[in-house]
């Protein structure tokens, strides 16, 4: 049985490295997503669509990081938030791949 | 009490990109081991082959600290920072990457091979100022004896990083010992053999084996061949600033 593309969602402040993680997500037939550098771009994604998994990246502060947790927890609590270290490198394969594997995390 | 978990260097992850040979001792890219992960605050150390003329791109790293030892050859660093640097054999590169860097490491020998050990440790605070340096180990002070180059303080003549980490390595003749004490208690300490063989702590291991320690006060280290040469990591076992 095929598994559904993941939908992520990525938040993060640098500009640049957040256009290489809107490479990095899009993987035909894998997984898709966005990434934006706003909290209301976020928000106006989260309201087009259902992320399995949102991925804070640089740039979000501890304040931004509860609101941002917060906000997608009431919208959809079964949504996986985590934190994406590295910046698009060899540890965002690992990360999606082990956030999806633990229930809840 | 300290409990141990040996890494034999054949258990490592691989990956063979044919520019890129690459040994991973926590899960990396295509490597995924669960049980493998992270060792405390140290999420990656990849021993790394790059062939000549060849490397990585620019491309970004943020909220990591990212330490470079080469053993063989030399590598031409670049970054959106504005250094251009090259590091030899011998040499130390560390990169706190924190808001966010752009970099490309590439081969600086055309005609043979570049080898390192790429270590990457989760930092103490997210999104500090990037800041990139360079050191020269001293390694007549290396012989038969652990000389710490990274630590928190940037003390011992070496360099820091943005975590309560350090970083010292030893080249021993056979026979010789010498232990290590911890600085933190709570703290790991990670020995990855990079030549020759050791008892740590009565663990054997050879050359690219590492025993992974929790809890440990005092580890003690006996080489077992000439020209031992042995890295020793000393990090917080909470995995990562949040």
């Known amino acids: 049985m095929s598994r559904q593309p993941i939908k992520i969602l990525a938040i993060g402040r640098n500009a640049e490295i957040m256009e290489v993680m809107q490479r990095l997500i899009n993987v035909p037939d894998k997984r898709s997503g966005v990434a934006v550098t706003t909290d209301e771009e976020a928000e106006a994604a989260w309201q087009k669509e259902t992320f399995d998994l949102v991925m804070l990246c640089a740039g979000i502060d501890e304040e931004a990081e509860k609101n941002l947790r917060n906000k997608i927890a009431q919208i959809n609590p079964m949504t996986k938030v985590i934190r994406h270290y590295g910046g698009g490198s060899g540890l965002l394969e690992n990360e999606i791949e082990a956030a999806l594997a633990v229930p809840g995390a | 009490m ?3 978990i040996e890494h034999k260097a054949n258990t490592r992850g691989h990956a063979d990109h044919g520019w890129l040979n690459s040994y991973q001792s926590f899960s990396f890219a295509g490597y995924y081991n669960p049980e493998r ?3 405390g605050a140290l999420r990656v150390l990849n021993d790394d082959v790059v062939a000549g003329g060849k490397g990585f791109g620019l491309h970004p790293h943020d909220n990591m600290e990212i330490i470079s030892i080469p053993l063989k050859g030399a590598l031409e660093h670049k970054d959106n920072m504005g250094n251009t640097r090259v590091i ?3 040499e130390v590169q560390v990169m ?3 808001t966010g860097v752009f970099h490309s490491e590439y081969n600086h020998n055309a005609d043979q091979e570049a080898q390192f050990l790429q270590i990457w440790v989760f930092p103490k605070q997210l999104n500090i100022a990037p800041r990139y340096d360079q050191i020269i180990l001293d390694r007549t002070r290396m012989q038969n004896t652990l000389l710490p180059f990274i630590s928190p303080e940037s ?3 070496g360099t820091y990083i943005q975590q309560d980490a350090w970083f010292s390595s030893g080249i021993f003749d056979n026979g010789k010992t010498t232990s290590y ?3 933190s208690t709570g703290n790991g300490v990670y020995a990855f053999v990079i030549s020759g063989s050791f008892t740590v702590d009565g663990h ?5 084996d590492a025993l992974a320690i929790e809890n440990p006060a005092t580890v003690n280290i006996v080489a077992t061949s000439d020209k031992a040469e042995l890295l020793i990591i000393e990090v917080p076992m909470k995995p990562s600033s949040n």
């Open chain 2, 96 to 98: 706190s990457t924190g």
């Open chain 2, 88 to 90: 030899s054999q011998g």
């Open chain 2, 155 to 157: 003390a011992d003549g």
């Open chain 2, 2 to 4: 300290a409990t141990y």
């Open chain 2, 181 to 183: 004490d911890v600085h």
């Open chain 2, 37 to 39: 992960i992270n060792f």
């Open chain 2, 204 to 208: 054997l291991l050879d050359a690219r």
